[in-house]
């Protein structure tokens, strides 16, 4: 018997719309304006954030047995150790602190469309960790334990979109993990939905086409990492219409070339898939945790957990006090970084279709141990005093590259809710035939539309890489 | 600059090759064939295994601290616990005894075009726990120490052509889980190489067709979990040619339409993923390992690990004799499941297009919480004394469905290295308007094809969905 029911149509081209929305890029006053904004509320949100010895943090404590960081209640996260050994590399066993934070956290995106392009409601909101205070942010950037409270009546603004199927449509939904190193499994639910109602305007959100955010992107500390992750799971179509002019137009053609699925690529998608699984199988990444207090090569004093050598990073406390009544003041740990870090991805032509060359990485906090990086990940700081061989692959190159392959160049802030001034520079570099077409073996050429299709998954892009590729999206 | 490399080709239409294989059924000598060769493999291989105390284990031992059972080595595998707390079902928090296992296994397949049709080169295997004893099993199938040991020059007989790139070409390539309640965060690559190479003859091997495989996978115990899992992941394209005649032809053919992106389908791959990206984040699976002698409501004797109510499973030893000097004789533990499982898939007609009805399923030994999993998967005996509304969903109709419905229905052992008679029935039954296209939270109704797209990856389909998956190509 067939049975004469409708079956799923193909809705209307969504990686359309969000190019369209894309190539809405404002002019000076747009983006002016935008600033404008922003700085206004940083106006609103006067934030003192300091540091604070561990025993000046309310309701934060070392667990008498294990060591470990936490909260009295026990919710928000929670400071211990990992100890992590692989088979490779210049260091192959090390201890560490490192964030454990379970749960689940929502960052969305709102959009809607407005004379006929779509629109996302972007935040401004406040961090303590953040350089520039406050940044521009997703809709909706909550923690598992910021969405129950939202049950009892006090909540998160605009969650219901998010949360209530009748309300907006989901356009693209998938968990993304965060910063590998210093987060044990953390995973987001990148969530991005559309609404048709009128949505209630508040002083802290501003609709923003796709353009006018990718305008922001290129300025420094300005648009948050949950606001670059979400961004660079959006699907874009190839651009139509007159192909580029004026500056890189040949590098803007080949990108252009490298969103569409009928040009080539170097790798069929089988392969990619195939030499992420033998990178995966091939670094064996043993990590497990273990209490705080049996961290070895690190020092907890009364300010700071920090590492015996002065590499890596710091735990410290911090106390927010707020100038404004509505947001209140109160005191947390924050993992604070040494050193600016470095975060490069290399593109070349191929065949004349622009491919990006990402790294398979084990990490210590990804449940899987490898996933996509980009190029280049590293603070320079820590390798100062080391041998050229512990040096990463690439590093010396970046470090080097003439300003003219530079394409994109600006400081971002990694999230500001759980790091202090952990700053790194994103930067995309064409490197033309500088870098060879043969790849060693942790190493292959994407194009972005493979890139794209690994995006609808988790588990493939690391959230640097992400960051990268919602960079390279702002150059088309 | 363009440069102008060439870019991959995509290769000759592998789903096209694979499912001419698989249209290459036999006549009953081919089967009667293989079936032949492996009674005559039972024979060569005459083994005995007897249940023994656990003081009667050679080189395995209790950790006198921690309780678990473990090699002296630190190989092979560990009896650990678990606790696991949902927030969710009958019983929401509970201790077991589990396998960790962490390191990542190979099953793969070894094709080679033999008189134009892709051939696979199967195994006779035996294994301790096998119901039949000797089943078809993939051309490798090897543990991370094995792979080692090949290193060293004795070993896992054509790895080879798993290794070295220029013995055999990727087709397809995976990591996949195995039971979730039985195993912690095990995975397998599932992994498929093309050889044009002479491949030398062995008494253990055979090349069977696609089509032939499918043959024997439709009798109890003949084809292993591992074959299973690895037959799920093959593409395939729609077949052609004349359209299905004979018994269940409408089932059939749109079971074929199925297999074909360019039909119609309930969902969207964007909504299918969005789904499952909501059930992981709605399912809170919290699991943890805990030290075996922490396990609550499970009894030690010298005999066996087994639940207070004896139901789920138990933890035995085991002494294998064999009778010929090859294999040689040893101990292990194995676990032994209580009562046969049942595994069954609800298919239905959606607009003249076969869905299959798979069910978002949270397991404490899956890293990440959900798989998809058959409609029904448990063990019936383990509801006998519970209350109707701890039953699972759609086990009544099962149950009792009438023999005309079912389409595939054979009793099939999971892994011989590990568990100890664990068989489950598996079944197809084409559920037509018994059950309602409107589905429930955890229940969608998904293609062939759209399944397909989800096997590329880890971390979708569970072991036992993945078998029936299997069982459905062997339906057209």
Not at 121 to 136: D, F, H, S, T, Y
């Amino acid at each position: 018997m067939i049975t004469d029911l409708p079956l799923a149509a193909n809705g209307p081209a969504l990686p359309a719309r969000f190019t369209e929305s894309a190539s809405a890029r404002p002019n000076g006053a747009t983006a002016g304006g935008a600033l404008a904004w922003l700085a206004d509320r940083r106006r609103a949100y006067t934030f003192e954030v300091a540091r604070v010895p561990f025993d000046r943090l309310d309701d934060w404590a070392f667990d008498p047995e294990t060591g470990d960081l936490g909260h009295r209640s026990g919710r928000f996260f929670t400071i211990g150790g990992l100890r992590v050994s692989t088979g490779e590399g210049w260091v192959r066993q090390w201890d560490q602190p490192i964030i454990h934070q379970p749960e689940i956290g929502v960052l969305g995106f709102l959009v809607k469309e407005i004379d006929g392009l779509l629109h996302v409601l972007m935040q401004a909101k406040m961090e303590p960790g953040n350089a520039n205070v406050v940044q521009l942010s997703p809709t909706v950037q909550a923690t598992r334990s910021n969405q129950r409270r939202v049950h009892r009546g006090s909540g998160v603004r605009h969650l219901e979109y998010f949360t209530d199927p009748q309300r907006a449509r989901v356009l693209v939904d998938s968990l993304q993990s965060e910063q590998g190193s210093w987060f044990l499994g953390k995973r987001n639910r990148n969530i991005v939905v559309e609404t048709t109602e009128d949505v209630p305007e508040h002083d802290d959100y501003r609709w923003l086409t796709i353009g006018e955010i990718q305008e922001l992107l290129r300025l420094d500390d300005t648009v948050n990492m949950d606001a670059r992750t979400v961004l660079a799971c959006l699907p874009f179509a190839r651009p139509t219409g007159a192909p580029p002019t004026g500056a890189h137009s040949t590098f803007r053609a080949a990108l252009r070339r490298s969103m569409d699925p009928g040009e080539g690529s170097r790798h069929t998608m089988g392969e990619v898939l195939s030499w992420f699984t033998d990178a995966t199988v091939r670094h064996e990444v043993n990590a497990r945790p273990v209490p705080l207090n049996e961290v070895k090569g690190w020092v907890r004093t009364p300010e700071a957990i920090s590492h015996e050598e002065g590499r890596y990073f710091s735990v410290v406390g911090a106390r927010v006090t707020a100038g404004s009544r509505e947001v209140g003041s109160w005191t947390q740990p924050l993992l604070a970084p040494h050193g600016m870090g470095l975060t490069a991805l290399l593109v070349r032509n191929i065949g004349g279709v622009l491919h990006v060359l990402l790294h398979a990485r084990p990490e210590g906090g990804h449940p899987h141990g490898v996933e996509l990086a980009p190029t280049v990940q590293c603070t320079p700081d820590n390798y100062l005093e080391w041998p050229k061989e512990a040096r990463p692959r690439f590093l010396d190159y970046v470090e080097r590259v003439p300003g003219d392959r530079v394409r994109f160049d600006a400081v971002q802030s990694e999230e500001g809710g759980r790091f202090q001034w952990a700053r790194s520079r994103y930067t995309v570099i064409d490197a033309e035939d500088d870098v060879p077409v043969a790849e060693s073996e942790d190493y292959r050429w994407l194009t972005l539309h493979q890139v794209g299709r690994l995006l609808r998954h988790s588990r493939y892009l690391n959230v640097q890489a992400r960051s990268l590729i919602a960079c390279l999206h702002s150059l088309w």
